[in-house]
Nanobody
Framework: QVQLVESGGGLVQAGGSLSLSCAASGRTFSSAVMGWFRQAPGKEREFVAAISRSGFSTNYADSGKGRFTISRDNAKNTVSLQMNSLKPEDAAVYYC????????????????????WGQGTQVTVSS
């Protein structure tokens, strides 16, 4: 079992930065691929970024490439998402997710492949 708690959301002006953090409990954190997803009102949940179990491999949605950075600290059971140059279209509820099935990699972008989810943190970007 993995329990996830996100923090760090808030209101930021366009062009600004936010850093999201996800704290995980449970002994299986290092064996899980960690991902960030987001969901805006009226839209489906979409992939943002993922990081491999070791942290050596990362994957980003095109929307965040060059602006977002995902990282993890297996000693502290945390995964972070640094978001720079934020745009109004980045506004959404951001969710941390963990996938521990053996076939999941950092390239796994489907939400239903991740079976542990946090409660989400709101990111609002003003124009």
């Amino acid at each position: 079992q993995v329990q996830l708690v996100e923090s760090g959301g808030g209101l930021v002006q366009a062009g600004g930065s936010l850093s999201l953090s996800c704290a995980a409990s449970g002994r299986t954190f290092s064996s899980a691929v960690m991902g960030w997803f987001r969901q805006a009102p009226g839209k489906e949940r979409e992939f943002v970024a993922a990081i491999s179990r070791s942290g050596f491999s990362t994957n980003y949605a095109d929307s965040g490439k060059g602006r977002f950075t995902i990282s993890r600290d297996n000693a502290k059971n945390t995964v972070s998402l640094q978001m720079n140059s934020l745009k109004p279209e980045d506004a959404a509820v951001y969710y941390c997710a963990a996938g521990s099935r053996p076939w999941i990699t950092a390239r796994t972008a489907l939400p239903n492949e991740y079976h542990y989810w946090g409660q989400g943190t709101q990111v609002t970007v003003s124009s």
